[in-house]
């Protein structure tokens, strides 16, 4: 048994230590928007912040979790008042098929939390998501527009 924090709700699931944290999310907690994409950490679908920063929880254990704030994709803000980051992936009509996008949300908004105005290189450097769809431009766009309108207090784009 053990007992994990996710988006501010405590569950106590009957997994083993060595599940990985996303079938734990997925599969037993029921939050599927934290995709399964490669099963290696490679892609970044399976994006979720574990205290504040962004992990790849398809290779992390249930177990390295215990103990920690998980928040998915569904925690990132209330659905009526979206996250910086997500009202900007709209205003900038970033995603194509949409599979990554979860991922690469929780990677940006964890970006921006490190770094409020983050630079190209900031982005390059820590946007390692990959998106099969190439919305590269787009994502890097919305990234400057979500930091610039959290700066300016607006809270919205």
């Not at 569950?11 to 037993?28: F, K, Q, S, T």
Request: hydrophobic share 40%; glycine share 8%; proline share 6%.
């Amino acid at each position: 048994m053990v007992k994990l924090s996710v988006n501010g709700t405590d569950h106590v699931l009957d997994v083993p230590d060595e599940m990985p944290l996303l079938w734990a999310i997925r599969d037993v907690v029921g939050l599927t928007g934290t995709k399964f994409g490669c099963g290696i950490a490679a892609c970044g679908a399976c994006t979720v912040h574990l205290d504040g920063a962004s992990v790849r929880s398809c290779v992390l254990p249930v177990k390295s979790a215990v103990g920690k704030k998980i928040v998915t994709i569904e925690g990132l803000a209330p659905i009526d008042k979206p996250h910086p980051v997500q009202v900007a992936w709209v205003a900038q009509n970033v995603p194509q098929c949409g599979y990554c996008q979860s991922g690469q949300i929780m990677a940006a908004a964890s970006l921006i939390d490190r770094h409020p105005s983050p630079s190209d290189q900031d982005i390059d450097v820590a946007m390692t998501n990959i998106c099969r769809c190439g919305c590269y431009p787009r994502i890097k766009s919305a990234i400057k527009t979500a930091a610039l309108s959290i700066k300016s207090g607006k809270g919205v784009v």
